[in-house]
């Protein structure tokens, strides 16, 4: 059983920074594709950032330069750290996984069989 845990998530002031982790058990992440994605109150799910198999990384234009996603092959968890944030930031943050292998460029648009529970991020003075 798939199992993926987010946490990190909270209130932060425009400018800061937070750094979300996703633990997952019963699927190792460096055998799939991994991804963080959000959905802002009234809007679609979107993709924000993503790892491929071949360890690309990609990130929707947005938060190009602000933020990063990494992993820790040893303890099986996935990070999304995310610096100057701004309110538009806002929203639910999700981590999932899929077993397939995606070209890198399209693994923000490609469904995900595993999904964590989501993680509340939330930027506001």
């Known amino acids: 059983q798939v199992q993926l845990v987010e946490s990190g998530g909270g209130l932060v002031q425009p400018g800061g920074s937070l750094r979300l982790s996703c633990a997952a058990s019963?699927?190792?992440?460096?055998?799939?594709?991994i991804g963080w994605f959000r959905q802002a109150p009234g809007k679609e799910r979107e993709g924000v950032s993503c790892?491929?198999?071949?360890?690309?990384?990609l990130h929707t234009d947005s938060v190009k330069g602000r933020f990063t996603i990494s992993t820790d092959n040893a303890n099986n968890t996935m990070f999304l750290q995310m610096n100057t944030l701004i309110p538009e930031d806002t929203g639910v943050y999700s981590c999932a996984v899929s077993p397939f292998t995606f070209p890198h460029s399209t693994c923000l648009d490609q469904p995900y069989r595993y999904w964590g529970q989501g993680t509340q991020v939330t930027v506001s003075a």
């Open positions: 019963g699927f190792t992440l460096r055998s799939g594709t």
């Open positions: 790892i491929s198999t071949s360890g690309h990384t």
